[in-house]
Nanobody, 129 residues
Framework: QVQLVESGGGSVQEGGSLRLTCVVT????????VAWFRQAPGKEREGVAA??????????RYADSVKGRFTISRDNAKNTLDLQMYSLKPDDTAMYYC????????????????????WGQGTQVTVSS
């Protein structure tokens, strides 16, 4: 069974940086989609970034709210997924989850949580103003 474990969360001041890491186990190969989602208390879960390597493609997607500030990357040899976050804002405060799916979304809607069957436990990011 696919397992995901996040790490790297913490508390930073506005304008600071963090790098989140997700370790993927239980799957052989790199033909899957991995993504980062976040959810703040009382708010809807939001797709942050995704990366797709199925069938030798290289596709990334970012939410408009993080474009230019966050970078998603994966190391297929190590089975890890990173989210490098710069210029953090208080609105970035949330629990961040990594998620994976074994098929490309039909409409390439990578930032919708529906359809991702595998999830990590989350890592908290808190940005103070």
């Amino acid at each position: 069974q696919v397992q995901l474990v996040e790490s790297g969360g913490g508390s930073v001041q506005e304008g600071g940086s963090l790098r989140l890491t997700c370790v993927v186990t239980g799957y052989t190969g790199s033909n899957y989609v991995v993504a980062w989602f976040r959810q703040a208390p009382g708010k809807e879960r939001e797709g942050v970034a995704a990366i797709d390597s199925i069938d030798s493609v290289a596709i990334t997607r970012y939410a408009d709210s993080v474009k230019g500030r966050f970078t998603i990357s994966r190391d297929n040899a190590k089975n890890t997924l990173d989210l490098q976050m710069y210029s953090l804002k208080p609105d970035d405060t949330a629990m961040y989850y990594c998620a994976a799916r074994l098929a490309r979304p039909v409409y390439r809607e990578y930032l919708l949580s529906d359809g991702y069957p595998y999830w990590g436990q989350g890592t908290q990011v808190t940005v103070s103003s």
